[in-house]
């Protein structure tokens, strides 16, 4: 219990039973995983719940649409072939301070990002550009987002046609499309939103900084056989390596 109760401070109770039960073995602790599931359930200690949140992009727009080259489909056999993004926010006292996201569903990594005061197209293409720079895509990489005006902008189309990425979009009103990115979103507020008061965007900006750092690094991924992110690309190329020798 001693141990429980330190990663569920620690992880700012982000973790049920199952995901414990792997954070102790890996950290060397031999448990049972009924064992786990008992003991935090009489000891009251669960993962925090995660809620409903509110659409950020605007898609009442006359802008050119892009066609769903996904259709749900979020694995994809190797890296940077399949990118998706999306917009949420985060309430501080001195305003909202919007997050724009990429993730990189091979291994569901964050691979660009960025935060401003503002949601306009500067906020989506900044985050993408760091993507881009970051990992170097070779050409016929497909980036998934919803329709909002800041994806369907001009500016933000003619960044992905130079670096030789092919948009794709969500059908109108429909999260479940871009699912990925909304689990994302739920697990980072339940982590480090909910509950908390920022007195600044600055505040606001290192929070979430942090939790990026620890979720491409650190949490464990049900969808990627308990590995992080990085562990599980780390362990593609590795195999990758070995067969190419």
Excluded at 87 to 108: C, K, M, N, P, Q
Excluded at 117 to 139: G, I, S, W
Aim: with cysteine; glycine share 6%; net charge positive.
């Amino acid at each position: 219990m001693v141990h429980i109760r330190a990663i569920h401070r620690q992880l700012r109770g982000e973790y049920g039973w199952p995901r414990m039960h792997r954070e102790l073995r890996a950290r060397g602790l031999r448990v049972g995983k009924e064992r786990v599931r008992r003991l935090m359930q009489r000891h009251g200690i669960r993962a925090k719940g995660k809620r409903k949140f509110v659409v950020t992009t605007d898609s009442a727009h006359r802008l050119p649409v892009a066609p769903d080259l996904v259709q749900r489909r979020f694995t994809p056999a190797a890296p940077n072939a399949l990118w998706s993004g999306d917009i949420t926010y985060i309430a501080t006292d001195e305003g909202w301070l919007y997050l724009a996201a990429v993730l990189d569903l091979h291994s569901r990594q964050v691979v660009g990002w960025s935060l401003q005061a503002h949601m306009q197209t500067a906020l989506v293409k900044d985050a993408l550009l760091m993507a881009c720079f970051r990992r170097k895509p070779a050409p016929g990489l497909i980036f998934h987002s919803d329709r909002g005006s800041q994806y369907c902008s001009q500016d933000f189309q003619d960044t992905l046609t130079a670096w030789g990425i092919r948009s794709s979009m969500s059908r109108k009103g429909n999260c479940w499309d871009n699912a990925p990115t909304e689990s994302l979103w739920g697990r980072l507020k339940t982590a480090c939103v909910h509950g908390q008061r920022f007195a600044t965007r600055q505040q606001a900006r290192q929070a979430v900084m942090d939790w990026i750092a620890f979720y491409n690094h650190s949490r464990l991924h049900s969808a990627l056989g308990y590995l992080s992110p990085m562990q599980f690309e780390q362990r593609w190329l590795a195999a990758q390596r070995r067969s190419a020798a």
